[in-house]
């Protein structure tokens, strides 16, 4: 028989270098790493940032309206209330009186009702810890004054001529000149017990048809 040769090893294909996985490269055979994120399985929920709730939003923002809301509003009634404070100094300031009607509240706390047909009415208020002052003059007719006197609680005969029942020093707080010369003034002061207010009056009798009536209301709340 005749012998044959053994086999002998093939040699082995060398790698093609533009190949980048070289014989063997277990990119081949073995799996990519499993996909990121959340799976079917469980295990993968793990890496989920916690949810926040949206009404825990929502109660926030209530809370801070029901804070800042009450807050604006207390700000705007204080600049407000500076304002309107500062308006009525700079009236004050400038002229004394103010030409209008007093309120029908103020005329019942300082007791003074004024005729319904008077004109050139003007009043100035002055407020303290112990007194409170109503200054008011107006110009009506006789008949209206008697029926003014009557209504404070005197009468005309009270009055006495040449005589100022509004004192120099109030007088001057509203820069009223009771002592002119050529006017006829007639004045007196009506004294309340208790609570009512004092009421010094002051008329201005030059005009005999339309005497100005000055006066001043002293109240002790």
Same mark, same amino acid.
């Given at each position: 028989?005749?012998?044959?040769a053994?086999?002998?090893p093939?040699?082995?294909k060398?790698?093609d270098?533009?190949?980048?996985a070289?014989? =063997?490269?277990p990119?081949?055979s073995?799996? %990519?790493?499993?996909?990121? %994120?959340p799976?079917? =399985? =469980? %295990?993968?929920? %793990?890496d989920?940032p916690?949810?926040?709730?949206r #009404? ?6 209530i809370?801070?309206?029901? &804070? +800042? &809301?009450p ?7 204080a600049i407000?209330?500076?304002?309107s404070g &500062?308006q009525?100094q700079r009236?004050a +300031?400038a002229?004394g009186l ?9 005329? #019942?706390v300082?007791?003074?009702? &004024?005729?319904?047909e008077?004109?050139?009415v ?14 008011l ?6 008949e209206h004054l008697?029926q003014?006197?009557?209504d404070? =609680?005197?009468?005309?005969s +009270?009055?006495?001529?040449g005589?100022?029942g509004v004192?120099e020093?109030r ?5 009223w ?19 009512q207010?004092?009421v010094?009056i ?12 000055y006066?001043?209301?002293t109240?002790?709340?």
């Open positions: 028989m005749t012998a044959t053994p086999d002998r093939r040699p082995e060398p790698a270098p533009a190949d980048p070289g014989p =063997g490269d990119a081949d073995a799996e %990519g790493p499993p996909p990121s %994120g799976t079917g =399985g =469980g %295990g993968g929920g %793990g989920r916690p949810h926040r709730p #009404h825990r939003v929502l109660v926030l923002v809370v801070v309206l029901l &804070i +800042a &809301i807050f604006g509003y207390l700000v705007r009634s407000q209330s500076r304002d &500062i009525k009236a +300031a002229t103010t030409y209008e009607w007093p309120t029908k509240v103020q005329r #019942h300082y007791d003074v009702w &004024i005729p319904y008077s004109s050139r003007a009043y100035y208020e002055t407020n303290s810890w112990k007194t409170d002052r109503l200054y003059q107006f110009r009506t007719s006789p008697d003014f006197l009557r404070v =609680g005197t009468s005309p +009270a009055l006495h001529a005589r100022s004192s020093e007088a001057a707080t509203v820069g000149k009771l002592h002119e010369a050529g006017h006829r003034y007639a004045g007196t002061v009506h004294r309340q017990a208790g609570t207010p004092d010094a002051t008329v201005d009798e030059t005009y005999k048809n339309r005497p100005q009536v006066v001043v209301s109240a002790h709340p």
